[in-house]
């Protein structure tokens, strides 16, 4: 059996940084990954148009800053490829890839009340370490729906995180279910080549602009010059991001002014600017929120020239789900060969061997089915493995009524487990959250470390977090929650309710990055408030 002071499992932005951090610290490390390759959730989703939201310039690391003034972007936003050779070029810059090993997916993992070490079954492989770390991501359980007939449907079956390396749907007839984030970056994608699209959809969605274009020689000097001011800007927000958050209510200003700000947000683009940077209560107060749902709804009256796509396509509900920013969603609509069909109140029965079918036995013959459906987020990925910790408990029976942690890294009764962004951790920019969370951990481990060392024992140690702790921190995150109105929405993947016969919980920390930030320090200069050091 494989022996490791810490096992990481997950090879995207947090387990890379994970494991460049602990090999600082001198500990023998091991980071596996079920993927063919470094890029965690952008290794799965390959579909077409695959792009960050975020900015290019703050989806990235900050802590090499030799390479931020260095490694090229050309764009404000990144495609799934240049996110997946950017970790590349990190992992061979700083000579990990030798740390680690691919195609080997965790099944089991089970912590010894003897010696205080876990057992990782993944692959055809056992593996031991003393610390268990997990950078499993948000966004890699697929939510795959239940639709009956998938078996007999004869045509090409796709998810939008699951999808093909190579793939031709020119002149194809192709129907996307689902008008989330990815199922609008597919749409904007493929509506050019395919003979037809419809996209099926249960609910009308609100979509900005996402403003794209290149970076030019003089905004790459410009950023090069002002990198500390962005990343101390970026540490200083709720959402992660390098723009400044304002601080008056939608309803401080005139509709004349509300309006001009809207429209310099529109012009601009990005949809956490849209939703953060131009008013400081569009989360949590519904009339500020409906304001800026009318004036999206007369953005898409001006675009989709066809009235009875125009009001399907028209939200009426609050902007309650993941805001979301495109490179001309609406317009797409405008193309003869692009249609929507609504499927809330009449929605898809089964697949055909030719296509699928409606409540109401209206069928439509498809040779591409897109599912973009989207993720069972967080949690999801963590209900896949079996975790066995102290007395034999699982984790599913600890998260029976709903998955919690303690900032999102540490759960009672699993020792020496530490999540990088697991239930209950920050919605918001994760490059840079991830980065406070990997440093968070090793903080705590060299802690643990140095106390092993001075007390001579050096193999026997354990971090545990308190349950107090624990219940706290999941009050918090309730209490934040209720004030925040993407918790209303009856399916979002913010509260689980997107995933077919889940119950709803609470499973991000609504307070904010520089909040996070904030209490991870105070946790860190209350010696580690909430966590139990001991030796075993």
């Known amino acids: 059996m494989e022996s490791y002071d810490a096992l990481i499992v997950g090879a995207g932005f947090g387990g890379i940084y994970q494991l460049y951090s602990l090999q600082k610290l001198g500990l023998n490390v091991r980071l596996i990954d079920r993927c063919v390759d470094v890029g965690g959730v952008w290794q799965w989703n390959r579909y077409p148009g695959a792009m960050s939201d975020t900015h290019s310039t703050v989806y990235r690391y900050s802590w090499d800053k030799e390479d931020l003034m260095t490694y090229p972007f050309t764009d404000n936003y990144l ?10 070029h990190i992992v061979e810059r700083h000579n990990l890839r030798k740390h680690m090993e691919f195609n080997l997916e965790v099944t089991s993992a089970e912590f010894h009340e003897d010696d205080g070490t876990w057992t990782v079954h993944a692959g055809d492989k056992f593996i031991k370490a003393r610390y268990l770390i997990t950078a499993l991501g948000h966004f890699t359980q697929v939510n795959w729906p239940s639709i009956l007939g998938q078996d007999a449907y004869k045509g090409e079956l796709y998810h939008t995180a699951r999808f093909p390396e190579h793939y031709d749907f020119k002149g194809k007839r192709v129907g996307v279910i689902g008008n989330g984030s990815t199922g609008v970056q597919v749409i904007v994608d493929i509506a050019k080549d395919v003979g ?3 996209s099926f959809q249960r609910t009308p969605q609100y979509s900005v602009p996402a403003g794209r274009r290149p970076v030019t020689a003089e905004d790459r000097a410009k950023i090069n010059r002002e990198w500390d001011e962005i990343w101390k800007q970026v540490q200083n927000t709720t959402t992660a991001c390098e723009f400044v958050e304002p601080k008056i209510s939608a309803m401080d200003v005139s509709a004349e002014e509300r309006d001009r700000i809207y429209q310099e947000a529109w012009d601009y683009g990005n949809n956490l600017q849209f939703l953060r940077g131009t008013f400081n209560d569009l989360v949590s107060n519904k009339a500020s929120n409906i304001t800026a749902c009318e004036f999206i709804r007369k953005k898409i009256a001006e675009t989709v020239k066809d009235p009875v796509k125009r009001e399907k396509l028209t939200p009426t509900d609050i902007w309650n789900r993941r805001p979301i920013c495109d490179a001309g969603y609406f317009e797409q609509f405008n193309r003869d060969n692009v249609d929507v069909v609504m499927v809330k109140d009449n929605p898809i029965v089964k697949l055909t061997q030719t296509g699928l079918e409606l409540a109401d036995g209206t069928r439509y013959d498809l040779d591409v089915i897109i599912f973009a459906t989207g ?29 919690t942690s303690y900032f999102g890294v540490g759960i009672s009764e699993f020792p020496n487990l530490f999540m990088i962004s697991g239930p209950q951790s920050i919605i918001s920019n994760l490059p840079p959250a991830l980065e406070s969370y990997v440093e968070f951990i090793t903080d705590l481990l060299a802690t643990a470390e140095e106390r092993r060392k001075q007390g001579g024992n050096l193999q026997k140690i354990i971090v545990e977090t308190e349950p107090e702790a624990e219940r706290d921190w999941n009050e918090l995150c309730i209490r934040l929650g209720k004030g925040n109105l993407y918790m209303t929405a009856k399916s979002s993947f913010i509260s689980g309710t997107n995933v077919e016969g889940k119950k709803g919980s609470t499973i991000f920390f609504m307070g904010g990055y520089k909040s996070l930030r904030e209490r991870l320090n105070n946790c860190i200069k209350e010696g580690y408030k909430g966590f139990r050091i001991a030796e075993y």
């Open 79 to 88: 495609y799934r490829d240049e996110i997946v050779a950017y970790l590349s």
């Open 196 to 198: 037809s699209l419809i």
């Open 375 to 403: 993720f069972d987020a967080i949690d999801g990925s963590y209900r896949q493995i079996k975790f066995i910790g102290r007395n034999g408990i699982t984790l599913d029976q600890h998260w029976k009524d709903g998955p």
